[in-house]
């Protein structure tokens, strides 16, 4: 269990931020968790992660893939391969800054509750129903209010 949230979260922190520093990174793990808690989401890590419709595969009707940019994080159902290059250094970095996260270990939430997040050079029509918290890097956070 432990293991498999740390991949689903690295995996959605690598994809997102593999580019950003650690609190760039960590800011977009801490959304997951963030919504984990929330019970407007799904209560685990990989849930939370792989939100959104799917369908079956023509391929294999006994798989379900998600619907092209129908997913909570747009890396997940971009029609791109989700594999990353686990030799790399960045891959290395999200694992460990995952298990950070997961684990707890940075008790300021840098987001302030934020669930909701997107790249700075977007304009989603959902941010104006959230309230904006801060900015990282690049990425906007919001949060609902409750």
């Known amino acids: 269990m432990f293991a498999e949230a740390v991949m689903c979260l690295a995996l959605n922190m690598y994809w997102e931020a593999k580019n950003q520093s650690m609190i760039g990174q960590v800011a977009v793990g801490q959304v997951v968790m963030n919504r984990v808690k929330d019970s407007r989401y799904p209560n685990t890590v990989c849930e939370v ?32 391969s989700d594999e990353p290059n686990k030799d790399s250094k960045q891959w290395f970095k999200a694992m460990d800054y995952a298990r950070i996260v997961y684990s707890g270990r940075i ?26 918290t801060t900015r990282i890097e690049s990425h906007i956070f919001y949060r609902w209010e409750k």
């Open 49 to 80: 992660v792989y939100q959104g419709e799917h369908r079956p595969s023509w391929k294999d009707p006994t798989k379900e893939h998600p619907v092209r940019h129908r997913c909570q994080f747009s890396w997940y159902c971009d029609g791109k």
């Open 107 to 132: 008790a300021y939430d840098l987001t302030e509750g934020s669930t909701h997040y997107h790249a700075t050079y977007v304009r989603p029509s959902w941010a104006k129903t959230k309230t904006r």
